[in-house]
């Protein structure tokens, strides 16, 4: 029977939360599901229903200069600063389902200047490029092609737009018979007509530059017909409606006008007072919306100049919107902000049939955070721990979910794994440290506003409100936590704990002082400190409650951590051992498992040397010092206790995060590391634990949120059955080798890969005593196995002929099977031979042969030493038996029973 593997900790990669826009373009497709973003220099599709990544396009190690998906989603166009333009094609998987296939069509060297600024035209056939030499191309899509170029502005082409105008039948006829007299293969061009009655629809191409000018360009004459000068600065979108005949654009010098498509004048100049970032229609021409360096849709009605929205208040200049999405068919915006956060804005408001003269802001029912920044802290929230909140390196805190979405749901629901939920505003500088209590419903924030704030969420009804503001502190905090005790199963703070805040909370500061904040009762002029008391020399890095409720204890940046009552505040113990300020402390839960420790229990702290301290809290003395990281220990996390039978030794786990971007798990009962696990590519600042299941979230300075799956079970009863199975396998193989049975010996030595005892049985097949007649092994059923071998058994025996010729003592048994297996195969099967799996090699099969031809080589130039070493003592023997009247006597010594020659001197 096999013995028990060891048990080992094993923790797997289950899901992944990843950035899908950095920063730069994006671009949407005409159903709104996927989305094309820039991450850095390469380029990702994204589907905005589920959040799962659909490609990745690696970029050519320049920047991305301008990105497209055309409105079918069947191609993609990206411009990088090395001055090219690559266009993809996009299908779907045939081999992964809900991803897309990406071919690279074609590389073309649009512009003498990078490309700025792209734009589809409706039917997906059509890119127009602006490059920064300030001329304008238009592109077949499909045959990689120039159709137009055009020359005209003085400086950055910033806006292009495709759209259509009527053209009265008169124009038309004219047209065509100056089309007669001209060679029809020059009229292949980008032009649709579509003949409506007395009119037909022409394609236009308007562009914007730096220098405040809008062209307007006629695909079908290949000229510039109108010039727009009105704005004084780069000019940032532009639109069309046909309903209203009317180009809108929108400039940085704060203003949208209005252009009639008949003449070409200005109707209209709105005063818009921001920056002009993107512009366009809605609802048939009749309104207007914009977005800027405000952060806000603004919007306009196309026969006025007065805004139809309330005042807004400017936001920050994080909030700025770079671009807005949408197509007609879609019933919302999508605003692109420069915090790469995309925000979905309702146009269900604007479906009355009476619009009133003022509008609310339009409401934003979906946000999705196109990068977490540097992932700060994070926290398991709400009743069931289906939601995560996060501290992002901002102000406020992002709420996600952690729940799969459910077949069928559509693109405006957006509920999937990752997916923002809500965000926690009111915190007014970056917030550093969060807690949250064993409800999961209290979460509690500090900033560097000197402020902590206390939150109350309740997911079900949607309601996530900010429940009291603690103001104090001098300086900012950097530590703050909450009780974590369970209340009684039959008291009303257990059965109702959205009613019940929790009793206290700590916070500490960079002003060197802790402070109790008593909040059982909710105080209408705002809550007051217990006690503040002045905590360590430096600032204070981590705050944690034992599981009581009657101690808490500080770590600070002058390498102690200090344990204090949570009753009255006094110092109970200092703990003092690390070289380096104290980043990271936890107590350990109640049914810890620690040699040393007692009732009192145990606390872990990391620190900036690297290390990892566990203390008694019965004489606060160092029990272990865990050692493996190679940066400072910047996070600590007690995994619950959870052992899988009464074989399993190990002591109570403790996960810790540092800046070398590891995890490591750690058996505190033997000072061992248990697992490492690596999948940041920066510090790792948070780290937290499931109560129940064990599993870890970590999040770091990559924007990358992990999350690990305890799999230490499966990976046990795995190992413990393949060793199993090994062992009766082994058991076979050694019953079918004492009973002759070669065939099926030697077939179960292959699937096993065992060398040592596949080379004994060829071995005895070699050197039998009584082979049969013209068998080229030894034994006629040992040919009919090597020479019925399947391609990977081939493969590996030759692998093991390669190994077995490069031993003297071993290779005369490889040859006698190498040349078996030469003798029994065509060359060209053993030339079609590949590698299969993990069979221990690197390179093809040429290698191996290389190498059995190599030292097949070597052996015979032995061999024929050895002859040529034989005539020479031959040689010798008969030269003394004359100079030395040497008698020698050989023949008849076999008779002796001496079984080789004898020479004798006398």
Known sequence: MAQRHTIRTTYEISRTVQPIYS???VSLSEDGR???????????????????????????????????????????????????????????SEVEPDTIEVDLQRTLKPHAAPVVTLAVDSTSTLVATGGADGTVKVWDIRAGYTTHTFHGHGGIVSALHFFQVEVSQEDVAEKNKKRKRRNPKQE?????????????????????????????????????????NSHVSVVRKLDFSKEQNTLVSGSRDKTLILWDAQTWKAKRTIAALEGIESTGFIRGGQIIYSGGENGRIRLWPATSGEELTREQQPGLETDAIIDVLHYASLPYLVSVHADQVLNFHSLKPLDLPYLPETQDPLPIFRRVSGTHDEVIDLAYVGSDKSLLALNTNSEDIRIVSLKSSEPGENIVEGKYFGADVALLQGHEEIIICLDVDWSGHWLVTGAKDNTARLWRLDPDNDSYICYAVLTGHAESLGAIALPHAIPPQSSPAFTDPLSHPPEFLVTGSQDRTVKRWDIKKRATKGLRAKYTRKAHDKDINAIDIDPSGTLFASASQDRTVKIFSAAEGDAQGILRGHKRGVWAVKFAPKDSQVPGSNNKGIIATGSGDK?????????????LTLEGHSNSVLKLAWIPYRPIDARDRR??????????????????????TMSTL??????????TAHPTSGALISGGGDSVITFWEDTTSSTLEAATTAETERVELDQQLQNYAYSGNYREAITLALQMDQPGRLFALFKSVAETEAPDRESMTGLTAVDEVVTHLSDEQLYTLLLRLRDWNTNVKTAPVAQKILWTVVKSYPAARLASLKPHGKVGTKGSLKDVLDAIKAYSDRHYRRIEELVDESYLL?????????????????????????????????
Not at 194 to 199: E, R, V
Not at 678 to 685: A, E, I, K, P, S
Request: charged residues 25%.
């Open 34 to 92: 996927i989305l094309a973003a820039c991450l850095g220099e390469d380029a990702l599709l994204t589907d905005l229903a589920t959040g799962k990544e659909l490609a990745r396009i690696e970029g050519d190690g320049e920047v991305i200069t301008a990105i497209a998906l055309t409105p079918s989603a069947s191609h993609l166009i990206l411009c990088s600063r090395s001055m090219s333009m690559r266009v993809f094609a996009l299908s779907p």
């Open 874 to 906: 031959d040689f010798t023997l008969r030269e003394m038996d004359e100079i030395a009247n040497v008698r020698a006597i050989t023949n008849g010594a076999d008779r002796l029973g001496l079984g080789k020659d004898v020479v004798m001197v006398d």
């Open 611 to 623: 290390t990892v301290k566990i203390w008694s809290l019965s004489d606060y003395t160092c029990l």
């Open 188 to 228: 292949e061009d980008a032009s649709v007509e579509l003949s409506t009655g007395g009119s037909s629809l022409e394609y236009r191409l308007a562009s914007g530059a730096e220098d405040g000018k809008i062209r307007i360009w006629n695909l079908h004459k290949r000229n510039s017909i109108a010039v727009l």
């Open 678 to 687: 690596d999948n940041h590519t920066d510090r790792v600042w948070a780290l």
């Open 651 to 672: 002591g109570s786990q403790l996960a810790s995060a540092a800046g070398d971007g590891l995890v490591k798990v750690w058996d505190t009962a033997s000072g061992e």
């Open 23 to 25: 920063g730069g373009g």
